[in-house]
C-alpha cells in the first residue's frame, strides 16, 4: 500500500505560479514511475506531467515548458513535485498524484485525494 498526500494548491492569477507537492510513503520501495495528472469540471482526466524513476520526465502538450516535474527520495517519504508557471485560466482543475509501483510482478496504481488549482483575477 502506498499513501499520497498532495498540498499546495490554491487561487492564482493569470500568469502567476504554484508548487504541488505529493508525499508518498508506505510501500515505496519499487515505484515505476509518478506522475500529476488534472481533471477539470466536465473534462476528462489527463496527464500532465510523468517521470520515470531514472529521472525521465514527459509532459502533456500544453504544459511543456511552463510546467516542471521533479522528485525527492527521502528516507521513508518520496515527494514529487509539480512548478507551475505561467498560468492561465485554463489550467484550473483539481490536481491529482498517481504513483505506480511493482508489486509481486504487478504494475499497481495509487492515486491522491487531488488538491484544487484555481486560475482567476
Known amino acids: 500500500q502506498v499513501q499520497l498526500v498532495e498540498s499546495g494548491g490554491g487561487l492564482v492569477q493569470p500568469g502567476g505560479s504554484l508548487r504541488l507537492s505529493c508525499a508518498a510513503s508506505?510501500?515505496?520501495?519499487?515505484?515505476?514511475?509518478m506522475a500529476w495528472y488534472r481533471q477539470a469540471p466536465g473534462k476528462q482526466r489527463e496527464l500532465v506531467a510523468i517521470?520515470?524513476?531514472?529521472?525521465?520526465?514527459?509532459?502533456g502538450d500544453s504544459m511543456e515548458g511552463r510546467f516542471t516535474i521533479s522528485r525527492d527520495n527521502a528516507k521513508t517519504t518520496v515527494y514529487l513535485y509539480l512548478q507551475m508557471n505561467s498560468l492561465k485560466p485554463e489550467d484550473t482543475a483539481v490536481y491529482l498524484c498517481?504513483?505506480?509501483?511493482?508489486?509481486?510482478?504487478?504494475?499497481?496504481?495509487?492515486w491522491g485525494q487531488g488538491t484544487q488549482v484555481t486560475v482567476s483575477s
Open positions: 517521470i520515470t524513476s531514472d529521472g525521465t520526465s514527459n509532459y
Open positions: 498517481k504513483v505506480k509501483v511493482v508489486e509481486t510482478s504487478t504494475l499497481v496504481d495509487y
Open positions: 508506505g510501500s515505496i520501495f519499487n515505484i515505476y514511475n
